[in-house]
């Protein structure tokens, strides 16, 4: 029995060293799911690529492993993945001198129109003219001050204690250079200050595109549409978010499905590094929300956000910042509303990356992607286009190489694949499991001999 247990362990050893002993074969085209041809319109030692959306959305892995580039040959070549990506200087806030507003009695104009004056503590006058002048509410005159020349304002951010009650309204915002003659800038932006227990849903903030200066224009009227407001403007700040400076993202729209009359989920193919997510309604109005996250479909949900969706004047509420890591859905709930009859869209920001490559070989070249058992390929930039050569060579100014039809190559299957090193850890997992059965097998008959010679003793 003895030589038989030898036998059978050799045999898993000789069977188990070949796997073991292997070593990786050189990649191919044919190791990944999909392709695209690549067009090179110069000649040029490098090139760059703008990655499609849908490397994004197919790739196995959210760090693009398993992105490659071959020549003609089917040789893969060196290649580097570069964020599109500028430091975003942090955004400038100006204080706006603050100017409440008491309205006089409406007149009524002979052309059926009809007028109302507004005034402040201070001796400011503002009269203003035309339709439905009695849909006036609280008012605010909000002035730059004296010695700031210029102020390229994206957004105003307003500050109020925190009411006694939920409030919830809308407000229009008015331009002047003068106080004489007033100009819509917004009509009927939301505002509103919500709270649940410990939790408080605040909306603020009004986004503008106004460059204010010392001659023209330098006020803002802000105007509810109540007359009584159970809040006070304590604060009017003018928000300045240079937009030279930008991050690029690539935009991957989430599938969406709604679950009851105020929950839906939305979820990506594949865990994504977002950013920022952006969810638009087809309607305007508004929709107070919480939000949820999970990195896939087996974990639990973890808080993200609460905010107010909206829509109005054809403008909607900023992208929600996103800092969470890798995301596959997201869950969206409303709060004391309903989902619309048509479901919010919702689409997820992350980081565009161009991927430089060494034209090595001849063309035409291809990019390839989808690959579980893909390795990081990519190289550091020094590495593939030392210092010395950057200032002629660039990687902004290199010539690109566009991306054309796609290429059939190894298909879906490549996404379940598995690299050399898991196959080696399932042969040694196979091989333990091998030896430890040989081994009870071996002490079983042990076992057994034992109880027959005790047996046959008389």
């Given amino acids: ?16 060293l070949p796997a073991l002993a292997r070593e990786a074969a050189p990649e191919s085209p044919q190791d990944y799911a999909w392709g695209r041809s690549l ?88 009269k203003l003219e035309g339709e439905r002048i009695e849909g006036v509410g609280e008012s605010y005159l909000l002035a730059l001050p004296d010695d700031i020349k210029k102020v390229n304002a994206t957004q105003l951010q307003l500050g109020w204690d925190k009411p006694t009650e939920n409030w919830q309204g809308k407000a229009s915002l008015y331009y002047s250079a003068d106080m004489k003659e007033w100009n819509l800038m917004q009509a009927d932006a939301p505002l509103m200050d919500l709270a649940s227990g410990s939790d408080r849903l605040k909306l603020d903030t009004i986004n503008i595109n106004l460059s204010m200066t010392i001659n023209s224009p330098r006020y803002l009227m802000l105007v509810f549409d109540k007359p009584q407001l159970p809040i006070t403007l304590t604060r009017a700040v003018v928000i300045d978010s240079p937009e030279s400076m930008k991050i690029t993202n690539v935009a991957l729209p989430a599938a969406g499905q709604a679950l009851s009359q105020d929950r839906a989920r939305y979820h990506w193919a594949s865990p994504q590094p977002l950013t920022a997510i952006s969810l638009s309604l087809e309607e305007e109005g508004t929709l107070p929300v919480e939000i949820a996250w999970r990195a896939s479909p087996s974990e639990e949900w973890r808080p993200l956000a609460k905010t107010v969706l909206w829509k109005l004047n054809g403008q909607i509420q900023e992208p929600i910042p996103v800092s969470v890591g890798n995301v596959q859905e997201i869950q969206v709930t409303t709060v004391n509303a309903h989902l619309p009859q048509t479901l919010p869209q919702m689409t997820g920001l992350r980081e565009s990356q161009t991927l430089i490559f060494n034209a090595q070989g001849s063309g035409p070249f291809m990019l390839a992607w989808g690959n579980k058992a893909a390795q990081n390929a990519a190289t550091e930039l020094d590495a593939l286009i030392p210092a010395a050569l950057r200032q002629r060579h660039a990687p902004e100014n290199l010539p690109e190489a566009w991306t054309g039809e796609g290429v059939k190559l190894g298909g879906e299957a490549r996404l379940t694949a598995t690299s050399p090193v898991e196959q080696r850890s399932l042969w040694l997992t196979a091989l333990v499991w091998g030896a430890l059965v040989l081994g009870v097998l071996a002490l079983a008959w042990m076992a057994l001999r034992i109880w027959r010679e005790v047996k046959e003793k008389p």
């Fill in 39 to 126: 067009t090179t319109p110069v000649s040029s030692p490098w090139y760059r690529v703008s990655l499609p959306p849908q490397v994004y959305e197919q790739s196995v892995w959210p760090d693009l492993r398993d992105v490659r580039v071959f020549n003609h040959q089917g040789e893969r070549v060196p290649f580097t993945l570069q964020a599109q990506q500028e430091a975003q200087p942090a955004p400038k806030e100006q204080a706006l001198r603050i100017f409440p507003l008491a309205a006089s009695p409406v007149e009524k104009l002979t052309d059926s129109g009809e007028r109302i004056w507004l005034r402040s503590p201070e001796g400011y006058e503002i």
């Fill in 1 to 16: 029995m003895k030589w038989k247990i030898a036998f059978f362990t050799g045999a898993l050893w000789c069977a188990a």
